[in-house]
Every structure is written in C-alpha cells, then in structure tokens.
C-alpha cells in the first residue's frame, strides 16, 4: 500500500515559506486571493513570533525569490534525511544551496522545531483523516501504476497543508507526490471530491514518469520557435517541454478516467484551462503508444513528443 502521511522536511522548508509569505504571494500573483488561513497557520504565527529576528527568513525571502521553479526547494529537502541531522541521502548528490541546508538545520535546532511538530501532531492527524479514505484510494491509484507499468514501492503521497499546488517530485531513491488542500472551513480541511484527489494523483504520479521520459526524447533546439501563450505562462508553463509534459499526462488521466460524467468534466476543466487539443493527444496515445492496456515507453515516444508540438502550435 501506498503510503500517505506528513512529511518533516516539507513542513520545516514549507513553515519558512509561509513566515516569508512566499505561497501567499503565489497565490495572490496567479489566483488572484491568498490561500485559506486555519488553525495551523495560525499556531505557526504565535509559535515563531519569538524567532522574527532569526537570519532564514531574510535570506529565505532572497533565495526564493531568485528561484523561478517554484518546487526547487520541496525537491531540495526531499534529498535530504530527515531533521534535526538532514543528512545528504546520497554522497554524489550536490547542490549550490549546500549553505542553505546548513541555515536549515541551524533554524531546526534554534527553534526547537521538533517541539513545534509535536505540538500541532493533533493537526497532523486531522488533516491525514479529512483527506481520503487510504485503502479506497490505494485501489483507484492502481491502475496509474498499471498502466504506465511502473511499481508503486518507491512512492510516498505527502500530504502538506502550505503549499499552493501539487507536485510530483523524483529523487533518486524516491517518487513523492505533494498534495495540498485548497480550502478549510467548518473545521475541516477540504481536497475535493474523491473523484478530484484521484485524478490529480493520477497525473502527478504521471509526472514521474513522463517527464524523464520527454527530457530523454526532446530536443529543445529543433523547438525553439514554440510561442508560449499567456494562459500557460499564468499557470507557471512557461516553456515547450513543461507543456509537452501537461498535455501528456492530462491525456493519459482522461484517458483512465472510465466514469462518464468525471470524464466530460475533467475534459471541460483541461479545455479551459488551455489545452484545447486535449482529445487529440489522448487519442494519439490511444492508437499509437497503448498495447494490451500498457503505455509504450521506447523510442516511438518521440512521435507522440512531435505530435504534442504540432497541437501546440
């Protein structure tokens, strides 16, 4: 079974973030409103009060704001052990934030960050519970796996109440999936319905898949001349292959989405969210690169790369 929890690295790098406002500033500049506010925003607020004057927020709030992916720094400490030690999880692994890594664990201790987890735990299970029933979902999250015929033993669904978005994110000895609720009122951390959370756990699973899959296959210099159109760049697709990557995997999730109404719908919300061609790749992937029920992972893939190019325009 899959397993779903709270990860301590995301919540450490995630806490600093939100001291910084940086998902809020996000989520002003793209949705046009803050995220929701909750009780656990709340406790972060009154808990780190006394640490304003620590030296993270101000290099934080530089750091982040140079970064242009915005999931660099939830990859960066998914790298790394687990706090108080971070420790590198493999040797060969090098980054330029090495310094930031240190200011991390120093921010850790200072704080008495461990203190500050055991404390909202309570919290931490409330979120776990209002998100999914994890044996129904484990089960619709199989046909992902089989499909793109890959095992689920490396993957871990991080759940993180911070964070604008979802993510999809590869390490080398891991494959996490970030998911974040979009709203909490009455108590209660909302996700969606359950048809929701599957599919967008379907396409960040897809994700790790298909976007080694298009960095092996895509030549960036035989596509330069792609125009990039505002409705992508406001949603942070902001070059050919990121586009390459949504299109391929929103169409692999329309194409596993068998219930009928959930299919017109999840259709509709990719229509408008810019992907207008969107049953034209499906059914590519359909004809061209599916046998037995399986997705094609070899060289054809550069056809169905070239033929996502040509929707695109």
């Known amino acids: ?32 409103k803050k995220l929701f506010f909750c009780e656990y925003k709340e406790n972060i607020i009154k808990y780190f009060e006394a ?71 309570y919290i931490y299970d409330k979120i776990l519970n209002d998100f999914s029933n994890k044996e129904e979902l484990n089960k619709e999250i199989k046909i992902i796996f089989e499909y793109l015929d ?5 993957y871990k669904i991080i759940i993180s109440p911070l964070v604008f978005g979802n993510f999809g994110i590869n390490t080398d000895t891991k494959n996490y999936i970030i998911k974040s609720p979009f709203d909490y009122k ?19 699973i897809g994700h790790t898949a298909i976007n080694d899959l298009t960095k092996k296959y895509f030549d960036i210099t035989k596509y330069k001349q792609i125009e990039i159109s505002e409705i992508f760049i406001n949603k942070f697709y902001n070059n050919a292959e990121t586009i390459i990557n949504e ?22 919300y990719e229509i408008k969210s810019g992907f207008r061609e969107i049953e034209k790749v499906k059914k ?3 004809e061209n690169c599916s046998v037995n029920n399986k997705f094609i992972k070899d060289d054809s893939y550069a056809k169905l790369v070239n033929f996502v190019v040509g929707v695109i325009g």
């Open 247 to 268: 299109y391929i995997v929103r169409a692999i999730a329309n194409l596993l989405e068998k219930e009928n109404n959930c299919a017109r719908a999840l259709l509709d």
């Open 51 to 121: 640490f304003k004057q620590n030296e993270i927020p101000d290099l934080c709030n530089k750091l982040f704001n140079d970064e242009t992916d915005i999931s660099a720094f939830l990859t960066l400490v998914l790298n790394f052990s687990n706090p108080p030690q971070m420790s590198k999880i493999f040797d060969h692994y090098e980054n330029k934030y090495e310094y930031f890594i240190d200011s991390l664990r120093k921010f850790y201790k200072e704080t008495k960050f461990d203190r500050f987890l055991e404390n909202n735990q």
């Open 186 to 204: 009455d108590d209660k951390y909302i996700f969606g319905p359950k048809e929701s959370i599957r599919n967008n756990i379907w396409h960040e």
């Open 1 to 32: 079974m899959m397993e779903i929890d709270i990860d301590h690295r995301i919540e450490l790098i995630t806490v600093i973030q939100t001291l910084c406002n940086y998902w809020d500033n996000l989520a002003q500049k793209y949705s046009g």
């Open 284 to 286: 590519f992937i359909f």
């Open 150 to 154: 890959i095992e689920n033993i490396n």
